[in-house]
């Protein structure tokens, strides 16, 4: 299979499923280290969560967007040595299709099959934000509410 961009309207699923429960609980993420930002004193952890800590909502799901459109791209590059750039910002348009759990996660799995060529892609933001999606998806999923925590 090659890898591609994936269409905006991939991303407005993914966003919109992202904002199911964006009013009483954000779905949210810390942005990985990059690298050569350490710190030559212990860091602050408060302040250093804060600096690293990302929610989306409405008003944050245009960056989001861009954030993955931009992470696919250079997964695309990297797999095939172009050189390609968004063209323009992503705008997130709320997807009028069903939010399913399911559909959800074989969206993130097509999605990041299509950015993981990336060479940054293991510490990508974009893979933290799939991580953090998946286990809300995860969570929605028929009969998970009701299954035991632990097995005994």
């Known amino acids: 299979m090659s890898a591609f961009v994936v269409g905006k ?15 009483h609980n954000p779905l949210s993420w810390l942005a990985p280290l990059k690298a050569g930002c350490g710190r030559e004193a212990a860091p602050d952890f408060n302040s ?12 944050t799901a245009d960056a989001v967007g861009h954030m993955l459109l931009e992470e696919n791209i250079r997964g695309v590059n990297d797999r095939y040595s ?11 348009e709320p997807t ?7 559909q959800l996660l ?6 990041e099959y299509q950015a993981c060529e990336s060479r940054g892609w293991d510490d990508s933001e974009a893979r933290v934000f ?7 998806a995860i ?13 005994r």
């Open 82 to 92: 172009m050189e390609g750039e968004p063209e323009g910002m992503y705008a997130f």
């Open 48 to 59: 250093d969560f804060q600096l690293r800590r990302r929610q989306l909502t409405r008003d």
């Open 106 to 111: 074989k969206a993130l799995q097509c999605y």
């Open 139 to 151: 969570g929605r999923l028929p009969g998970y509410e009701q299954a035991a925590w632990e097995v």
């Open 96 to 102: 009028s299709r069903k939010l399913d759990p399911v």
């Open 9 to 23: 309207p991939h991303l407005d699923y993914i966003l919109s499923f992202g904002l199911l429960d964006a009013a």
């Open 130 to 136: 799939c991580d953090a999606l998946r286990r809300r």
